[in-house]
């Protein structure tokens, strides 16, 4: 769990970005499934969100995902995370890409520069891919 509970607004804002990132990634190749949303909502609950706010949390992501036209705006907070909490998001990111068995062009653009936005070098990116493709295959 990345925070612990406190109601803090930081945290609740914190939360909604990387779900709008979330939610980004699941709606790059225009096909979110229902799938996908649940891989976010699991994601969210290890992230320390309540469950009860789950469902707020991911409307008011897919607004503010849905009004940005830059990703730098999702990732300003997560490249300040620790190496194991942005592994933690990356392979959310890759199990969401893969959960349909198969990553586009658009998908695998966003992971590389993903990747250098957020400070991840290229042989663990792969790594991280790479597991999660054979375990979702």
């Not at 068995?101 to 990116?125: Q, V």
């Amino acid at each position: 769990m990345f925070f612990k509970k406190d109601n803090n607004n930081t945290e609740t804002n914190f939360l909604i970005k990387i779900c709008a990132l979330l939610i980004h990634a699941a709606k790059i190749d225009e096909n979110y499934t229902e799938n996908e949303e649940e891989i976010i909502k699991k994601t969210l609950l290890e992230l320390g969100s309540a469950k009860e706010d789950l469902s707020e949390t991911i409307k008011k992501a897919k607004i503010i995902e849905e009004n940005s036209n830059q990703i730098l705006d999702f990732t300003r907070e997560v490249k300040n995370l620790s190496e194991k909490d942005k592994i933690k998001i990356i392979e959310s990111l890759w199990s969401i890409i893969y959960s349909n068995k198969d990553a586009d062009i658009y998908e695998t653009n966003l992971m590389r520069r993903l990747a250098g936005l957020l400070y991840i070098d290229n042989k663990t990116m792969g790594d991280i891919k790479d597991r999660i493709k054979n375990h979702n295959l």
